[in-house]
């Protein structure tokens, strides 16, 4: 397996990029894992020397890339100005369907250039992120679209939930996912033009339709394992998780605080605090996969440090063990319900 990482594209500088490389080198410990980090290659190859990355070195190789997209750039318009970005050049690299891209970087730019460079699986409309969160009682739940697709069409929301499914069965490993749509309440009278289109088409499929979720249950025991929705809805959705997430465990620890009695309690809780905090954190799965594409391509989050990135990079390879657009692909011309 070869993992091509884009080392400067994200918010963290390209140290803390390549240092989580090296963890994911040192905790995988495969000789056939190596990992290409596309960027200014006498920069990363300084950084890996400075990093010591020792016997893990002979499993790095460098893809130069002279140029930079930033966060706040236009995607198409970056991705056609910019051939020599990091991010480009590493998507243009992928040549095998064990290969893996990931990127921190403009979500935007990484969707266009995945599009330009590697064209959409056939049959897909468009493609869509899939993001898994945890839950309470019902383990991981895979949350799509989170971004890659704004004003959807209710073909592409039932797309979604096929290529959901795909990613839950062969990936996070849900013999027979359940498949919902995001919605405002759970009767079917609920929801927008969109949802209740979609959820016509989604109906014909042989996918275990359960019916809508309401966005205050995904993270406790959600009705589906799979949920589909807007790109537009699912980026706020996953936003607000994660803010309110970064704040419970701020008001925990202003609590905490607050009193000689407090902070005696917060001694004793701070390992389990702790390990909330990293059961919520994004960087516990470090990237999501872009799906309907033909490549295997994850996005992380922006502010991806080493940890983050090196799970990214841990957690991307499990995707890489199955032909994932080739299930897609298949599953896609099975469903044939959509005729325009």
Known sequence: MKVLLDTMSGDAPPREIIKGAIQALQETRDSDFEITLVGPEELNRKQVQDLQAGKNKSRISFLHASQTISMDDTPAKAVRNNPESSLVKGIKALHDK??????SGNTGAV????????????????????????TVKSGNVVLIDIGATTDASPRN?????????????????????????????????????????????????????VGNVE????????????????????NILIKAFEGGAEGTIGFFKKALSSSVRAKIGGLVLRPTLEKL?????????????????????????GRSEARAIKNAIVNAGEASRWDLPGEIESEIERVNFVDG
């Open 215 to 234: 966005p205050h249950r995904l993270l406790i025991e959600p009705p589906a394992d799979v949920v589909v929705c807007e790109g537009f809805v699912g």
């Open 111 to 134: 969707v266009a250039a995945a599009l330009f460079n590697l064209g959409r699986i056939p049959g897909v409309k468009r493609p869509g992120l899939a993001g898994v969160m945890p």
């Open 157 to 209: 929301l039932a797309q979604f939930g096929i290529m959901g499914n795909s990613y839950a069965k062969s990936v996070i490993g849900k013999e027979n996912p359940k498949v919902g749509v995001l919605n405002i309440g759970e009767e079917q009278t609920k929801g927008n033009k969109l949802t209740k289109e979609a959820v016509d088409l989604i109906r014909k499929t042989d996918l275990q339709y």
């Open 277 to 301: 905090k990293n059961q919520l954190s994004y960087s516990q799965f470090g990237a999501v996969p872009l799906l309907g594409i033909k490549g295997i391509v994850f996005v992380a989050h």
């Open 98 to 103: 064990s290969e893996i891209f990931i990127s």
